[in-house]
Nanobody
Framework: QVQLVESGGGLVQAGGSLRLSCAAS????????MGWFRQAPGKEREFVSA????????GYADSVKGRFTISRDNAKNMVYLQMNSLKPEDTAVYYC?????????????????WGKGTLVTVSS
């Protein structure tokens, strides 16, 4: 059983940056691909980014490509999402998730474990 706890959300102005962190515990972190998803009010949860367990591959949703960067530190059991040039449409609860499988555009349905989320609000 893997527990995931996100942090780093908050209120930021459009054009600003935030770095989300996700701390994993209770399992062998390096065995899992990791993903970030988000859910805006009234919308379905959507894929944001994914990283393979060895950091050898990453994937991004078109809406964040070039602005967001995913990374991980297996020694610290951490995964990060650096978010730059934030837009009001990036406002959402951001979730960290772990999966035994990797895909550049991993889907929520294959994720095995989820965090509770951290709220990101981007003001215009």
């Amino acid at each position: 059983q893997v527990q995931l706890v996100e942090s780093g959300g908050g209120l930021v102005q459009a054009g600003g940056s935030l770095r989300l962190s996700c701390a994993a515990s209770g399992g062998t972190f390096s065995r899992y691909a990791m993903g970030w998803f988000r859910q805006a009010p009234g919308k379905e949860r959507e894929f944001v980014s994914a990283i393979r367990r060895d950091s050898g591959r990453t994937g991004y949703a078109d809406s964040v490509k070039g602005r967001f960067t995913i990374s991980r530190d297996n020694a610290k059991n951490m995964v990060y999402l650096q978010m730059n040039s934030l837009k009001p449409e990036d406002t959402a609860v951001y979730y960290c998730a772990a999966s035994a499988y990797y895909s550049d555009y991993i889907t929520a349905g294959v994720m095995n474990y989820w965090g509770k989320g951290t709220l990101v609000t981007v003001s215009s």
